[in-house]
């Protein structure tokens, strides 16, 4: 298993994060170009903001050209939207905040890893520095959230773990659970058969599960089972707990 790797802010500012005077809105658009690229990806479509911010394109374009304007976010035309380093900076002080309630409210306050989402969502903006810097301390610093999305630290740093995509190893392969989509059916399934962040499964069969909305086409899954510590390598123990996964939804450590 390779070890995690450390990102830090861009430079400026000292690196810390913050979020001060933002509004909702330019939180918001911050956060959903954030998961855009954070694993990765090249970034957000105009449409798909609009999409996610439940607004008419018309209106994501207005606020994408304001906030290219106030130099948090890079757009050209017919490109993707991505952040610009003051706005990955702030954009990293509100997933900071994010991933802290979500991970208090599952460990101090007894909500399920499948509803703290929307919670979070609710309490980010209010919350102050000064109680979120509190939170953070009571919880021991904690490097990432129910769902293993790691937490970047008050100066800007995030450790981030090597993962693999379950859908990509092949059937018969063993792993350790590193991360899992924040998606509410798929946390459901995984807590059913007692699967964790750290649990350790057995990737068990390839399959579908039903569409993800309704008159679409069954998605490709993965059934994976929980194995016993110390499970050998050979067949997975009859009457293990089985979860069917659809494909891009849980990461193993590398």
């Known amino acids: 298993m390779t070890a995690p790797k450390e990102r830090r802010a861009p430079s400026g500012s000292g690196g810390k994060s913050s979020v001060a005077g933002d509004s909702t809105v330019t939180q918001d658009y911050l956060k959903v170009v954030w998961a855009a690229c954070e694993w990765g990806g090249a970034g957000a479509s105009v449409t798909g903001l609009a999409k ?63 509803e703290v989402h929307a919670e979070a969502e609710e309490l980010e903006h209010a919350v102050s520095e000064r109680l ?17 999305d790691p937490i970047p630290t008050a100066d800007g740093r995030l450790i981030v773990p090597d ?53 679409g086409s069954r998605r490709r899954a993965t059934v994976i089972a929980l194995l016993d510590d110390d499970a050998s390598h050979g067949a997975a123990p009859s009457g293990a707990p089985e979860a ?11």
Do not use: C
């Not at 991933?99 to 101090?108: C, D």
């Open 52 to 114: 996610r911010m439940e607004v008419a394109p018309s209106t994501a374009s207005e606020n994408v050209a304001r906030l290219v304007e106030e130099g948090l976010l890079v757009h050209e035309p017919y490109k993707a939207v991505t952040l610009s380093e003051e706005g990955r900076r702030r954009a990293m002080g509100m997933i900071r905040r994010h991933r802290i309630l979500e991970t208090y409210l599952v460990t101090r306050l007894g909500f399920g890893w499948d």
């Open 132 to 148: 979120l810097e509190r939170l953070d301390a009571v919880l021991g610093h904690p490097t990432r959230d129910p769902h293993g």
């Open 163 to 215: 993962l693999v995509g379950l859908e990509t190893l092949p059937v018969g392969s063993d792993g350790v659970v590193g991360r899992i989509q924040d998606d509410a059916e798929t946390l459901r399934r995984l807590e059913r058969a007692g699967i964790g962040l750290d649990s350790r499964v057995r990737i068990r069969d390839r399959g579908t599960v039903a569409p993800a909305v309704e008159g």
């Open 244 to 254: 069917v996964i659809p494909d891009g939804s849980l990461w193993l450590l590398a």
